[in-house]
T-cell receptor, first 112, second 116 residues
Framework: GQNIDQPTEMTATEGAIVQINCTYQTSGFNGLFWYQQHAGEAPTFLSYNVLDGLEEKGRFSSFLSRSKGYSYLLLKELQMKDSASYLCAVRAYGGATNKLIFGTGTLLAVQP | DTGVSQDPRHKITKRGQNVTFRCDPISEHNRLYWYRQTLGQGPEFLTYFQNEAQLEKSRLLSDRFSAERPKGSFSTLEIQRTEQGDSAMYLC??????????????FGPGTRLTVL
C-alpha cells in the first residue's frame, strides 16, 4: 500500500527555523518531492531528493533517509510569505508514469 | 510566461451537466498529468499522457470521466453527468522528456469545479 504522513498544521515565528517531517511507506520508491502551495494556487516545486542526504537551496533544505522512509523540509529565516501548505510527495517506482503520491500537506502559519 | 496554463480557472455547474477543462502544458513537455485535489488533501493522480497516448488511468477516474490529448500538446478532461462529489480542484502538470528538470512535474493553476 501507499501511505505518506506529515503533520496537519504547524505554527512558527517570523525569522525562526521550522522543520516539517514526512514519513512514507510505498511499494517502490523513486524520489521524494516537496511542493509549496498557497491557498487557491498551484503547487510550486521546492526540492527533490532521490539519494540519502541533505539538499540545500537557499533558505530551504530537504533531507532524505531511504532506509527509514523519512524526509524533512527545513525552512530558515522564516518570512510571512512562507505561510502556505507544504506537500510531501513520493514518486513510486514502476512503469513509465512516474506519478506522484502526495501526503495531505502541512499547513504552516508564520506569525510576526 | 511559459508555464502550464489551465482554462477555465473556475467553473460552477449544476448536477447532471457536462463540463470540460483544458490544460496547455509547458512547450515541448511531452508528459502530462491530471490530478484532483479536495480541500485539506493532497493532489490525487487521475491520468497520465506521454505524447498523445494515455498510458495510465487511476481507479478514481470513473466512466463519467474522459481525458484526451489528441495532438500530444494540450489536453482536455471531460466530466459527464457531474455529481456533487466531483467538486474539487483539477490540476494539470507537465514534465519534460529530457534535460536537468526531467524529474520534476510543473503544475498549472488548476480549475476549481463547484457542482451545485
Amino acid at each position: 500500500g501507499q501511505n505518506i504522513d506529515q503533520p496537519t498544521e504547524m505554527t512558527a515565528t517570523e525569522g525562526a527555523i521550522v522543520q516539517i517531517n514526512c514519513t512514507y511507506q510505498t511499494s517502490g520508491f523513486n524520489g521524494l518531492f516537496w511542493y509549496q502551495q498557497h491557498a487557491g494556487e498551484a503547487p510550486t516545486f521546492l526540492s527533490y531528493n532521490v539519494l540519502d542526504g541533505l539538499e540545500e537551496k537557499g533558505r530551504f533544505s530537504s533531507f532524505l533517509s531511504r532506509s527509514k522512509g523519512y524526509s524533512y523540509l527545513l525552512l530558515k529565516e522564516l518570512q510571512m510569505k512562507d505561510s502556505a501548505s507544504y506537500l510531501c510527495a513520493v514518486r513510486a517506482y514502476g512503469g513509465a508514469t512516474n506519478k506522484l503520491i502526495f501526503g495531505t500537506g502541512t499547513l504552516l502559519a508564520v506569525q510576526p | 510566461d511559459t508555464g502550464v496554463s489551465q482554462d477555465p480557472r473556475h467553473k460552477i455547474t449544476k448536477r447532471g451537466q457536462n463540463v470540460t477543462f483544458r490544460c496547455d502544458p509547458i512547450s515541448e513537455h511531452n508528459r502530462l498529468y491530471w490530478y484532483r485535489q479536495t480541500l485539506g488533501q493532497g493532489p490525487e493522480f487521475l491520468t497520465y499522457f506521454q505524447n498523445e497516448a494515455q498510458l495510465e488511468k487511476s481507479r478514481l477516474l470513473s466512466d463519467r470521466f474522459s481525458a484526451e490529448r489528441p495532438k500530444g500538446s494540450f489536453s482536455t478532461l471531460e466530466i459527464q453527468r457531474t455529481e456533487q462529489g466531483d467538486s474539487a480542484m483539477y490540476l494539470c502538470a507537465s514534465r519534460s522528456k529530457s534535460g536537468p528538470s526531467t524529474d520534476t512535474q510543473y503544475f498549472g493553476p488548476g480549475t476549481r469545479l463547484t457542482v451545485l
